[in-house]
């Protein structure tokens, strides 16, 4: 969702809807974020799936976000190498 949604968001209505959409995007991730804090400390492990999925959100939403999760995955190579591998990057090679 960080690339350019081919030609469509280059016209001016296109531009205004991805626009539109990442901001709902990054709402919607921002609101799980603040449920899955309290949930984290509950004895029921439903805060960490949820601030996984709100994290993923807003990455995909968010040039910043997205560049903050990069980042934090990168110290983890075992970790950065499945994501790359679940998103299609066949390269095992850790990135410096």
Do not use: C, Q, Y
Not at 37 to 50: K, Q, T
Not at 62 to 82: C, D, E, G, M, Q
């Amino acid at each position: 969702m960080n690339d350019a949604v081919n030609e469509f968001s280059k016209s001016r209505i296109g531009g205004v809807v991805v626009l539109v959409l990442r901001a709902i995007g990054v709402a919607l991730g921002l609101f799980l974020l603040a449920i899955a804090v309290p949930l984290f400390f509950l004895p029921i492990p439903l805060g960490i799936p949820l601030f996984v999925l709100s994290a993923l959100l807003l990455a995909a939403s968010s040039r910043t976000a997205h560049t903050i999760v990069t980042n934090v995955l990168k110290r983890f190579p075992t970790v950065w190498n499945r994501v790359r591998r679940m998103f299609g990057d066949k390269d095992e090679t850790p990135a410096e």
